[in-house]
């Protein structure tokens, strides 16, 4: 099973900061077990998310060129609060330092701009090539989808947007209206 534990990507400062949300549901299958009285996101999942919307900053930086970006390291976590069902788990990611194959991060989640988790990530990155030549196939396949699903979590507001009523989920660009025919 995999968790995709990003909905969507709320603001993006290429090389600086991310922001994203975890909209919290009860139809979540770990919820079942953890804890059946008392549903909360499991602490590793938390970090996880973390991990995620590192993971996302440092791809969509360096233009999706690293097929892999790997957890290494995660110091001084520290749980502040319990994530429920109907929730939303605010998380935002700031690099720290890049050296190398790492990028070290200040992480957080904030449940209604209370801190719920925090703590610094160590990511690496790395192509598959880089060991493998004859994986090179396997990096451009990943590359590209990932770039395909960083365009599904990230779609900027347009001024016109943001001025609006429902700027917070209208995305960049919208369908063109139903044309409205004689009948």
Same mark, same amino acid.
């Given at each position: 099973?995999?968790?995709?534990?990003?909905?969507?990507?709320?603001?993006?400062?290429?090389?600086?900061?991310?922001?994203?949300?975890?909209?919290?549901?009860?139809?979540?299958?770990?919820?079942?077990?953890?804890?059946?009285?008392?549903?909360?996101?499991?602490?590793?999942?938390?970090?996880?998310?973390?991990?995620?919307?590192?993971?996302?900053?440092?791809?969509?930086?360096?233009?999706?060129?690293?097929?892999?970006?790997? *957890?290494?390291?995660?110091?001084?976590?520290? +749980? =502040?609060?319990?994530? #429920? &069902?109907?929730?939303?788990? %605010?998380? @935002?990611?700031?690099?720290?330092?890049?050296?190398?194959?790492?990028?070290?991060?200040?992480?957080?989640?904030?449940?209604?701009?209370?801190?719920?988790?925090?703590?610094?990530?160590?990511?690496?990155?790395?192509?598959?090539?880089?060991?493998?030549?004859?994986?090179?196939?396997?990096?451009?396949? *990943?590359?590209?989808?990932?770039?395909?699903? +960083? =365009?599904?979590?990230? #779609? &900027?507001?347009?001024?016109? %947007?943001? @001025?609006?009523?429902?700027?917070?989920?209208?995305?960049?660009?919208?369908?063109?209206?139903?044309?409205?025919?004689?009948?």
């Amino acid at each position: 099973m995999r968790f995709a534990l990003v909905d969507r990507v709320l603001e993006f400062e290429p090389g600086v900061k991310i922001t994203t949300l975890k909209c919290l549901s009860l139809g979540e299958e770990y919820l079942a077990d953890h804890f059946p009285r008392f549903p909360v996101m499991p602490g590793v999942l938390m970090l996880e998310a973390m991990t995620q919307t590192s993971a996302w900053l440092i791809r969509a930086t360096e233009d999706f060129s690293h097929s892999i970006v790997t *957890l290494k390291e995660a110091r001084n976590i520290r +749980f =502040a609060g319990f994530v #429920q &069902p109907g929730r939303v788990l %605010t998380m @935002t990611a700031e690099i720290v330092q890049t050296s190398g194959k790492e990028v070290q991060l200040k992480t957080q989640g904030t449940l209604d701009g209370r801190v719920a988790v925090s703590g610094r990530l160590v990511l690496e990155r790395y192509n598959l090539v880089d060991t493998r030549p004859d994986m090179a196939d396997t990096d451009a396949y *990943l590359q590209r989808h990932l770039r395909e699903h +960083f =365009a599904l979590l990230y #779609q &900027p507001l347009t001024d016109v %947007t943001a @001025t609006s009523g429902s700027a917070m989920l209208a995305p960049l660009s919208t369908a063109p209206e139903p044309s409205q025919g004689k009948v």
